[in-house]
């Protein structure tokens, strides 16, 4: 005997089974965008499982459900923040090729000054650009047999920042060690000059940019520097 049709889509009768969710009356809850409120009964105990956006919180008594609520905006300042240390990184410097054999040469990577120049062997070397003496800047002064001289007083450093020459000293006194200069770690990596700014962390090969394009045969650059006319009037 085939079934009446009904147009419409549930069909309940007295033998149809309905199970509905036992909810206590004197436990009225109230959830809105941000907060999370119960009244005097202590039966639903809601716990937040972090303060990400979205997170699930679970009733701990028996049948309890999961809601999704909001952090607090105290939550989310206390939220885990990834520390990054801008200095442990490499930076571009210069073209190789265009670093100066016979003048020191100032720079700047955003706020820190640096002099770089190339020692007596060709070895690039890069210090801070401040004299520790009177913190006159060192890519002002000149290059003395590979040396770095301060154009103020003549102090001459070399190789890892050591201060080698203090023309105001007696030939026998004794350079004290504190008479030296911040230094920081370069690389020639495929005709690029890097720094590595941070003084505190060695540096980090691996962090060392490389570039496809540079290792392919027959690969060249074309570039070059060009001085503009300009004026410049103080008032």
Known sequence: MAAPFLSS????????????????????????QR????????????????????TAVTDQTEGGEEVLINPTPEEEKREEVVDYDWTEE????????????????GLTVFD????????????LRCYEDRCPHR???????QLIDGRLECLYHGWQFEGNGKCVKIPQLP????IPKVACVKTYEVKDSQGVVWVWMSTKTPPDPEKL???????????????GVHELPHRMQLE
């Open 9 to 32: 889509p549930l069909q309940i009768t007295s033998t149809s089974p309905i199970l509905f969710t036992k909810v206590t009356p004197t436990n009225q809850i109230q959830f809105n």
């Open 35 to 54: 907060t999370t409120s119960t009244c005097t009964s202590n039966k639903l105990r809601l716990l937040r499982r972090s303060a990400a956006a979205g």
């Open 90 to 105: 490499w930076y571009p410097l210069y073209l190789t090729r265009d670093v100066p054999d016979d003048s020191p040469l």
């Open 112 to 123: 820190r000054q640096i002099v770089l120049y190339r020692d007596g062997e060709g070895t």
């Open 135 to 141: 913190l006159a800047k060192l890519s002002e002064g």
């Open 171 to 174: 030939a026998s006194a004794k």
């Open 209 to 223: 940019p490389w570039f496809e394009n540079f290792a392919r045969p027959g690969f060249y650059d074309i570039s």
